[in-house]
């Protein structure tokens, strides 16, 4: 399988920037498409970014213009530049990606999340 693990969440205060990161690790994987979502308590998850294989993006509409999404596909990882940062924006980020995978049995699709990493953005 392929998983997947986040960092650079934290504390900032609203105006500021933060980065997230999240590499892919596994054997034998290519991923086409990586995203960020996010959630809050009592919330569903919603997409935030999410970028393909060849670099085709989308947005979240809140987030136009403040975010960037961006990856390096020989390093399997993807990033999240997230700029002018709201109070709203607090939440949980999960990374996720999907691909296939093959072993000695052969390749199949995946779909993994990452443990998720934190985002508080005070007033």
């Known amino acids: 399988q392929v998983q997947l693990v986040e960092s650079g969440g934290g504390l900032v205060q609203a105006g500021g920037s933060l980065r997230l990161s999240c590499a892919a690790s596994g054997s034998e994987f290519s991923i086409n498409t990586m995203g960020w979502y996010r959630q809050v308590p009592g919330k569903q998850r919603e997409l935030v970014a999410r970028i393909t294989s060849v670099g085709r993006t989308n947005y979240q509409d809140a987030v136009k213009g403040r975010f960037t999404i961006s990856r390096d596909n020989a390093k399997n990882r993807v990033y999240l530049q997230m700029n002018s940062l709201k109070f709203e924006d607090t939440a949980v980020y999960y990374c996720?990606?999907?691909?296939?995978?093959?072993?000695?049995?052969?390749?199949?699709?995946?779909?993994?999340w990452g443990q998720g990493t934190q985002v508080t953005v005070s007033s």
């Open positions: 996720n990606a999907d691909g296939y995978y093959c072993t000695a049995y052969g390749c199949q699709n995946f779909g993994s």
